[in-house]
């Protein structure tokens, strides 16, 4: 069998591609090797999906997957592990198993944040540890937050906290910036925003939520707690491009280049969502993103 359409990724771009390329006729086949929802499977709280005031991460992904599961979508719990004749009319998708062929393909592979890879982190994932500050932020209102990073997003992140938070630090390795001038003179002029230079964090600390954490002096040594009510890690993240990255255009984080309607530099090929250059990741944007390539994926095919 030769699909219309083929998704690699179970998460709001996917499902939402999948909903909208199966309303639109196509004959789709969506992939997803860990579980279908994506990052939102490890969101704790979600308040700022539209329609839905508030749900977990969980009930959200599940939400999704059986909504997508309401069309004609034939789901496949296996990992594309190659892809062969990309720029070809059919493009082969291999499994362990089994080999697929499709007319055209959507990347929905998502993104991973970079972690810290400190004591704490990992058990504290979602308990006050975050990755987005634009997810999670409304959970730090009137507390004390933490931003970890130096570029752009690290400051971009503290200056969004400060609008809701009592006290917000930046935490960053040395005493330069990657990020825009205009951004840290912004910071350095906000009463709520400290910036703590030549720091790194050590443990992340708490029982059931963030209390604080250990820093050291990446110069003199010297180890410091500093008490917090969260963590927002913004030291970059890692697309999830290996399947692909030798075929198409990337930017310089390693994000898919995408044009509006969701092409990449190769024809019958989309993206959405957080594997391709975005200014915003999130859950909205992602489902945005979905029901473009898919579309464009039908006009595509259609003028086959």
Same mark, same amino acid.
């Given at each position: 069998?030769?699909?219309?359409?083929?998704?690699?990724?179970?998460?709001?771009?996917?499902?939402?591609?999948?909903?909208?390329?199966?309303?639109?006729?196509?004959?789709?086949?969506?992939?997803?090797?860990?579980?279908?929802?994506?990052?939102?499977?490890?969101?704790?709280?979600?308040?700022?999906?539209?329609?839905?005031?508030?749900?977990?991460?969980?009930?959200?992904?599940?939400?999704?997957?059986?909504?997508?599961?309401?069309?004609?979508?034939?789901?496949?719990?296996?990992? +594309?592990?190659?892809?062969?004749?990309?720029?070809?009319?059919?493009?082969?998708?291999?499994?362990?198993?089994?080999?697929?062929?499709?007319?055209?393909?959507?990347?929905?592979?998502? *993104?991973?944040?970079?972690?810290?890879?400190?004591?704490?982190?990992?058990?504290?994932?979602?308990?006050?540890?975050?990755?987005?500050?634009?997810?999670?932020?409304?959970?730090?209102?009137?507390?004390?937050?933490?931003?970890?990073?130096?570029?752009?997003?690290?400051?971009?992140?503290?200056?969004?906290?400060?609008?809701?938070?009592?006290?917000?630090?930046?935490?960053?390795?040395?005493?330069?910036?990657?990020? *825009?001038?205009?951004?840290?003179?912004?910071?350095?002029?906000?009463?709520?925003?400290?910036?703590?230079?030549?720091?790194?964090?050590?443990?992340?600390?708490?029982?059931?939520?963030?209390?604080?954490?250990?820093?050291?002096?990446? +110069?003199?040594?010297?180890?410091?707690?500093?008490?917090?009510?969260?963590?927002?890690?913004?030291?970059?993240?890692?697309?999830?491009?290996?399947?692909?990255?030798?075929?198409?255009?990337?930017?310089?984080?390693?994000?898919?280049?995408?044009?509006?309607?969701?092409?990449?530099?190769?024809?019958?090929?989309?993206?959405?969502?957080?594997?391709?250059?975005?200014?915003?990741?999130?859950?909205?944007?992602?489902?945005?993103?979905?029901?473009?390539?898919?579309?464009?994926?039908?006009?595509?095919?259609?003028?086959?």
């Amino acid at each position: 069998m030769i699909y219309d359409i083929a998704i690699i990724g179970g998460g709001a771009a996917g499902l939402s591609a999948a909903i909208y390329a199966a309303r639109g006729g196509m004959n789709t086949v969506v992939f997803e090797g860990t579980g279908f929802g994506g990052q939102v499977n490890y969101t704790s709280d979600v308040d700022n999906y539209l329609g839905i005031p508030s749900v977990s991460g969980l009930d959200l992904a599940a939400k999704m997957h059986s909504h997508a599961n309401m069309f004609d979508c034939n789901f496949k719990s296996e990992s +594309i592990r190659e892809i062969k004749e990309i720029s070809h009319p059919v493009k082969k998708l291999i499994t362990r198993k089994n080999i697929y062929e499709a007319k055209t393909i959507i990347f929905a592979t998502g *993104a991973n944040p970079r972690k810290l890879g400190v004591l704490g982190e990992d058990e504290l994932s979602g308990a006050g540890v975050s990755y987005c500050a634009t997810c999670d932020g409304a959970f730090s209102k009137g507390k004390t937050a933490v931003v970890v990073g130096g570029g752009n997003t690290a400051f971009e992140d503290a200056l969004y906290l400060a609008g809701i938070c009592t006290k917000v630090y930046i935490i960053n390795r040395s005493d330069k910036f990657r990020a *825009a001038k205009l951004l840290v003179d912004k910071a350095n002029l906000n009463p709520v925003i400290e910036i703590l230079t030549n720091r790194r964090i050590e443990k992340i600390q708490g029982d059931s939520f963030v209390k604080s954490v250990i820093t050291s002096n990446t +110069i003199s040594g010297k180890i410091e707690v500093l008490n917090t009510d969260a963590v927002y890690i913004a030291i970059g993240r890692i697309p999830n491009t290996s399947l692909i990255k030798e075929y198409v255009k990337l930017s310089e984080d390693g994000s898919i280049v995408c044009d509006e309607h969701m092409n990449t530099s190769v024809s019958g090929v989309y993206a959405a969502g957080d594997v391709r250059n975005t200014p915003l990741r999130q859950i909205v944007t992602a489902a945005s993103d979905g029901a473009i390539a898919a579309t464009s994926a039908i006009y595509y095919i259609n003028s086959l």
